[in-house]
Each structure stands twice: as C-alpha cells, then as structure tokens.
C-alpha cells in the first residue's frame, strides 16, 4: 500500500503591499520553503541583542532558523514574511496549539534597523487575518520584561490584550476578533501611514524632473517652468543627459547622478524609457514618483503588462507612484509652493483638495476653479491610479490641516468596500464632494436572484456614497457648486431656509428648488414679520420669500437681512438680488459682506447680479447665477451636515444565533460542492439566524403534502419545488390559499402535469395573511463585495425597482436608513387607514441578515421575498441562498494600511 501525499499549494491570493508609518511599502506574503536561504542571511543580519529577545538565550543563526521553520501547512502553523527590495526584514508566526485548536501561539523578529517602524504591527495584522479564517480564536506570546517594543506593538494593536508576568518572562493572550476597539486602531494607524506615505509627494524637499530639455513645447519642461515660476520652497533639478543646466536649473545625465538626495521624481520621458528611469529612481533611493507619460493600460494588454512590471518594482522597493498618464501634483502651501504639472494655471491658495482621475479634465477644472476664485489647498491628478488611489488621498486630506472641503472626481472603484470605511470614518470631520463618471445599467443581465438584478452598477455607487456620508452631484458644476458653499459658510444646522430678494420670480424659484431639495421655507415669527412690514414699503411681500420689491436700497437689504438672521426659526438665509439700479450693487454686496460677519452661525448664499463663486465684494458669501443652483447646493450640504450630526451606528451583536448550525449547514453544501440550497437547508439557516419564518414541510409525493398541510393547519401554500425553479411565479408554481385537502392534492397533481420532470418535490408552507411586502436580500458582487439591499417585495420586485443598498456589514443605522428611504415606508407607516407595521423587526431582519454574511461569507445570494411586514413582527414566507466556495483572489494590485 502505498503511502497517500498531501501536497501544500503555496497560498499566493495572501500577498499583500501595506505602508508603514514612516511612508514606506512593505510586501507581505506567506513564507515558503524557498526562502531558506534569505532566512539564513536575515537571522545572520540580526544583533545578538534581537537574538536573545526571540529566543530568549543566544543562538547562532542556524538554530534560530530552525525554530522559525520556512515549512508550513498554512493551516496549523503559517508565517509571513515581510520584504523590501526583494530582502527579507521581518518574518512572524502563529502555531496552533494542539491541545486547544483555538489558540495560538505567535512570534516576530524583525531586523534591527527597522525596529519601530510599524512592521511587527503589520506582520501581527496579517497573522490575525489569516488565523480567524482558519478559525482561530486567541493569539499568546511569551515575551522578555526588557523586549518593550513588542510588548507596545500588543498593547497598542487594539485587541484586548491581558497579560502576566511569571518566570521570568511576560505571558500575553489576546482574542483577534475584529472589535469596534481593534477597527478603531487600525483605522488611526492607517490614516497616519497614508498621510506619511503622501508627504513625499505633496511636500517633497528635492525635485527631480526626469525629461526636461531646452524645448519649451515638452510636457517635462512646462513642469520644470511651472516649478520655478511659482516659488517651489525645495530644491529643483532636471535629469537629461543631453545638458548640464536648464534655464539655470542644474540638470544630471541620470538620477543616480544627481548629488543631493531626491525625494520626489516626476518623470516625463517616452513610454518604453520609463522602466529604465525607474529602476534609476529606485537605485536612488527615491522616496516617490509621479509618472506624467501616457501609453499603459490605457492603450490595452500590452500597456498594462508595462504598467504592472512599474508596480512591482515600485512596490518590491516601497516607492509611491502617481500615474501613469497624469498631469501632476500641486501644493498651495506658501511652505511649498509646488506647481508640479503642464498647466498653465496655477490657483490660488485655499482650502479645498482635489483629485482628478481625468488629466484633460484636471486642465478645465483648474480653469474653472479660478473663475469661481476658489482656492486650492492640494490638486493631483491620478490617471491610471496604479498605485496613489482615492482611498491614500483622502486619508492624507484627513490629517492635512491646510484642507477643509475634499473634491473627487472618479471613473472608477480600486476598492469601493475600503473607500466607504475611510470615506466613513473621514466625512464625519471633513466633507467629501464627489462626481462619480460612467454610469451604467448594465452587469445584472446574468444574475439569477432579485437582488442580483437590482444590483446596477450606479445604484450601488449612490447608496455607497449616502453610506459613508458622501455629497454626490452629477455634474463638475454642481460639485463647486456645493464647494463654494462648505469652503466658505459654517454647515447648515437645520433645514429651514428664508428668502429675501428684490423681484417676485427669482424668490418663486428659490422656493420650488428649496421644496425640491428637501429643504423647508420657514415661517417667519410674528415679530420678525411685524418688524418687515414696519421696515419696508407697504407693497412688499413680508412672508417667506420675503419679496422687498424693485425699488429696494442697500439699507433695506441690510435690515431684512438682520432680521431673518435673528428669527430663531430659521437656519439659513438666500439672498437674491437683481440688478435695478447699477449703482446700488456695489453697496449692496457690502451690505451682505459685512451682515454676514453677524450671522452667529448661520448659512448663507446668495444670487447676485450674475457673479459665480465667491466675489471679493461677496466674500465670504457664495454667489449662484441662478437661485436653484443656490437652493441646491444648500440642500445638499444639509443633508450632510443631518448626517454628521446622527450617531455613527455600532454593529449588531446577537446572543440567540445558533453560529454552528449555520456551519454546519454550510459546510455540508460546500461538501457537494455548492449551489442553491434545498427548502430545508434554507429554512434550517432562517431559523439558527432566528428570522421569523413561516413554518414548512418539504414533501416527496401529493400524499405527503396532504398530510403536511393536515398537520400544519388550513390555509396553506403549496411551492412546486426543482433545481430549475428559480422565479416560481412566472414558471406558475405556487398556488396560494388552499382551504382544505383537496384543493392541495388538485393543486399538487396539476402543477406535476404541467411542469412535469421540472418538479421534483413541493414545499407545503403556513399562509401568513394579511401584511405589507418586502424584500432582504444579499449578493456577493465581484467589486463591491458583500451588499445587503432592502424594499419593496412581491413578484413585482424588479419593477417597481424600490430598493436601497448598504455595502456590508450593517450598522443600526444604516439599517434605520434602508427602511426609510425606500417609497414602501410610507405603506409601512400606515395608509389609507391600515394599521403601521413593525419597523423594527423589519430592521433586526435586516440586521441578522448581515450578520450571516459574517457567520457564512460563503454566501453568494441570499433573497427573502416576501418578507410580511405586520404590526407586530414580521414573517419571511420565501427565501432563496445560494452557497458557493470562494475563488482565491489574485493578489490586489492596491496597498494595505
């Protein structure tokens, strides 16, 4: 007999970039057994100090390498190493103790020049990861009382960390849950890694400009022009080796050649020269690139096969790029002074961040940005985005103090699920505005489930953004619009507007825009309503819009001003003043300018003779040329500022879920190999997650489901059940309200007629009378991940299209959101005399629904249609899941912080 051979696939979907705190990347990967040779060479690098620390005596590097085995089973032991350059830094372990399979032991060394830069963090993250996926529990580690900085990297990972000292050493046990504590650490410690990633880019001390000539025409030395025109605060050097200096800028054949350190080279040359000046840039020391050259994935295979072969070498050494394909990086600051692009305008300093994915784009914004006179903190177009990504700018605009109000224009998601959890945890200190380009009703044709089929591309992105408090617009226009506003007025602290102008119609148009925007025309007070009609001339309007009429003077706009600003009742104040007279509009932008000073808080916009932006005669009031371009950007901003001010919503935790029955079940599936599971598996699920279910048999035979319905109680339903009967309405296989036995053998025996082979069974189900439909489901979308979507039920469910969408996992919050913000929550409430359901058990279905999709992440489609909203509790009458195991991911091209 022979002996059977287990082979062990190297788990290469486990490879990962992440950034340290000091800026630099760091590659993590699985150790293998080819790694002995490095291991040697690391352990030999090690100071006999970190020796002992590991091991707790002296080792030669022979016998600590055989105590940290390159040989694993990625099961019950798995390292991971940590490289950069291709040389091995750091390594760590977990060993799964075989007397309690949930626990680990763990153990890193890390080389000494690098201590204290955040890899023993990374390396115990990862090991944390893979673990709970391997469902392990509780790390534990014995540490030395003298090893501080490995004892700091526990106590400050945010597990719950307890420990002890006993011989002689520091005993440390820690669950690796993902807790709010632990998220909360992570989150801090990558926002610090992503600003310090950054600043090599916005705030570089040396620039090299690789491809600058003697040829103004050439984007390298606009670049170079543009860099000295402004003021750049660091040091400037162009690389060609055609010239020894460029417009008295001293220039070097080669990077390597320049002979001061170079923290940022911005690189302008031909396409197939670029691999060359990376590798340059990399034997500098470079700390990032920004490559301004086309002619890469955007051109097809061949372009991004160039384009990863940069990455790679770019992230083996821990460099950022930009790019390809950009227009480059700008920094306002008077510290900085940095007009690192080919355009010919450069904006005034300010308090607004952009990023452009579209380079072209990023010309006409700069442009349009100027007329509108706002400023700029930061603007960088990414292009292609390979490596710098929405998700490191926003976090770097989140710890830069020079940037209020943060602008994006987006094409595409690298990683939406990770840009809703920065976006998330940013928004609620800075706002983030952003145009989101390439909608698409497409990529739901193939979906099986309902949810699936709901699922557009576009409604997932808007219901991303209103998760993490995004402003979307769908226009350029409409994104300054709303810019102007927050870069320049506090947020609104309520949804009740007054208008006050000097012509009828404009006021009518606010108002209708105001109702359009969910906004509110407030009530005026008595008082305040008394002192207008004592103010101004008995033709005038003094309710809300305050219409002052054409004859209005400065002095009129100013007391009507003062005495909206100080009615209790409202929150903010449209201005609209059209040009009667030339000469009073000077003095009239005065007289909003200095009343504004007075506003104690409140919102103001204005429509004003046609200005756009923010007229020095205005500031720091916006202008509109028209009022619904005011009504709406102040709309929008207040229903960010309602979000920022509800609570944050914690995460659902639930006692009464039996968690090994779903596995149970699960794991019995994916043992035959997945796919749609059989009305018990289904209903066995619905009941372990407790979501209220109607009760059911699964029957074989018309004698069985006779029986069934006789024990289970007139009326019931009956469902012809097969593997192809995926929408029963349309194939006509269910038959509702059958009232005694043989309406259920009649229905049965002509359903078999007609679907014949089709069906292979039929479930025989309780009627849940009576209710509102609705609908749970869940899809596993290829870029998005998870998403749960709620709404309107029934066989009309794609229809009527009533369904709002959160990116997993779900808070109470957004569960809240999802039920109201469908048109079903009016029915729900109570209509036309009808008793208000429960929507609070709409919201725990909703809930426990999430929190499956982290007991079964297996799960690719889940529908519950209908669910039967009642006034007391709710019934799920018909479910669907479909189990699948997951397909290991190739590696993501995005850093890990």
């Known amino acids: 007999m022979s002996a059977e051979i287990t082979i062990i696939q190297y788990p290469a979907h486990l490879e990962s970039d992440v950034v340290l705190r000091n800026g630099r990347t760091l590659r993590l990967r699985p150790v293998r057994p080819e790694d002995h040779d490095a291991m040697l060479d690391f352990f030999r690098g090690l100071s006999s100090d970190s020796l002992h620390s590991r091991f707790f005596g002296s080792r030669t590097p022979e016998s600590a390498l055989k105590d940290t085995p390159v040989d694993v089973d990625y099961e019950n032991d798995f390292g991971v190493v940590g490289e950069v350059g291709g040389e091995i830094i750091g ?402 602290v309520g949804r009740r507007v007054a208008v006050m102008t000097n012509a009828g119609g404009p006021g009518i148009l606010a108002a209708d825009a105001c109702e359009a925007g969910g906004l509110e025309l407030s009530q005026l007070s008595e008082e305040t309503t008394q002192k207008l009609r004592d103010s101004l001339p008995p033709a005038a309007s003094v309710r809300n819009p305050v219409d002052m009429i054409a004859s209005a003077t400065p002095e009129d706009y100013r007391r009507v001003l003062e005495l909206l600003l100080a009615d209790p009742g409202i929150d903010s104040v449209i201005i609209i003043y059209i040009p009667v007279e030339a000469t009073h509009a000077a003095a009239v932008a005065a007289v909003i300018r200095e009343t504004a000073a007075k506003a104690k808080g409140k919102t103001l916009v204005a429509t004003f003779m046609s200005a756009v932006g923010v007229p020095r005669k205005l500031t720091p009031v916006p202008s509109f040329p028209f009022p619904e371009r005011a009504a709406n950007a102040l709309g929008r901003a207040t229903r960010y500022a309602e979000w920022r001010r509800r609570p944050v919503g914690v995460a659902p935790q639930f006692e009464d879920i039996d968690v090994a029955l779903i596995r149970q079940v699960a794991q019995r599936v994916l043992a035959r190999g997945g796919g749609w599971l059989d009305a018990d598996e289904v209903h066995e699920i619905m009941l372990a997650a407790n979501i209220p279910t109607a009760m059911l048999e699964t029957t074989a035979s018309v004698y069985d489901a006779v029986h069934a319905a006789m024990r289970m109680g007139f009326p019931v339903a009956v469902k012809a059940q097969g593997p192809e009967l995926l929408h029963k309405t349309e194939a006509g296989a269910v038959k509702l309200g059958l009232q005694d036995e043989r309406e259920v053998r009649e229905a049965y025996l002509e359903m078999q007629g007609r679907l014949g082979e089709l069906m292979t069974g039929a479930v025989v189900q309780q009627m849940v009378e009576g209710g509102v439909e609705v609908m749970i489901g869940a899809t596993q979308d290829p870029i998005f991940g998870h998403i749960v979507a709620y709404g309107s039920g029934g066989t009309l469910v794609e229809l009527l299209a009533d369904v709002s969408f959160r990116i997993h996992p779900l808070t109470d919050v957004d569960a809240e959101d999802m039920v109201q913000e469908t048109r079903c929550w009016t029915l729900l409430q109570g209509f036309r005399g009808t008793k208000p359901c429960d929507a609070g058990a709409i919201r725990d279905a909703i809930l426990r629904v999430s929190v499956l999709l982290n007991i079964c992440p297996e799960i690719a489609e889940l529908d519950i249609n209908p669910l039967k909203a009642m006034p007391s509790g709710v019934a799920a009458v018909d479910a669907r899941i479909r189990i699948e195991r997951p397909s290991p991911q190739p590696p993501s091209r995005r850093v890990s912080y």
Not at 103 to 111: L, P
Not at 281 to 310: M, P, Y
Not at 394 to 414: C, K, R
């Open 91 to 492: 390594v760590a372990h977990y060993y799964r103790s075989r007397l309690a399979p949930k626990s680990a032991e763990v153990a890193f060394t890390i080389a000494d020049r690098l201590q204290g830069t955040g890899i023993g963090t990374r390396l115990l993250e990862k090991l944390a990861d893979v673990a709970r996926a391997k469902h392990v529990e509780t790390f534990f580690a014995d540490v030395l009382p003298d090893n501080r900085k490995m004892i700091d990297v526990f106590l400050s990972s945010g597990f719950n960390v307890t420990r002890k000292s006993a011989d002689g050493a520091v005993h440390v046990s820690f669950p690796i849950e993902s807790t709010e504590s632990y998220a909360e650490a992570a989150a801090v410690r990558s926002q610090k890694a992503a600003y310090a990633s950054m600043k090599s880019i916005f705030e570089p001390h040396t620039i090299a400009v690789v491809g600058a000539s003697r040829r103004p025409e050439q984007l390298g030395t606009k670049i170079l022009t543009n860099l000295k025109t402004t003021g750049f605060q660091g040091q400037i050097v162009a690389v060609n080796p055609k010239a020894t200096n460029i417009d008295g800028v001293p220039c070097f054949p080669s990077v390597t050649a320049v002979d001061i350190p170079v923290d940022l080279a911005i690189i302008a040359v031909p396409a197939e020269h670029v691999e060359a000046v990376i590798d340059d840039c990399i034997e500098k020391g470079v700390s990032a690139v920004v490559v301004i050259t086309a002619g890469f994935s955007e051109t097809g295979e061949a372009g991004r096969a160039a384009e990863d072969r940069l990455l790679d070498k770019l992230r083996s050494a821990g460099i950022r790029m930009v790019g390809p394909n950009c227009m480059g990086v700008i920094n306002t600051d008077p510290k900085v002074n940095m007009h690192a692009t080919f355009s010919a305008i450069y904006p005034p300093n300010g308090n607004v961040a952009m990023s452009s994915q579209s380079g072209a784009l990023g010309l006409a914004i700069l442009d349009y940005a100027r007329n509108l006179s706002i400023g700029f903190s930061t603007f960088i177009s990414v292009g292609n985005k390979v490596d710098v990504s929405g998700n490191d700018l926003i976090q770097y605009w989140a710890e830069d103090v020079n940037t209020d109000v943060v602008l994006l224009y987006l094409e595409s998601f690298g990683n939406p699920k990770r840009f809703g959890e920065i976006a998330r945890r940013v928004a609620r200190k800075k706002p983030i505005v952003a145009v989101k380009a390439g909608r698409s009703k497409s990529g739901a044709l193939a979906a099986q489930s309902h949810t699936g089929a709901l699922a557009s591309s576009d409604a997932l992105v808007a219901d991303l953004f209103r998760q993490a408090g995004v402003i979307r617009t769908d226009t350029l226009e409409a994104m300054f619009d709303v810019a102007t506003l927050l870069a320049n007025q506090p947020l609104p």
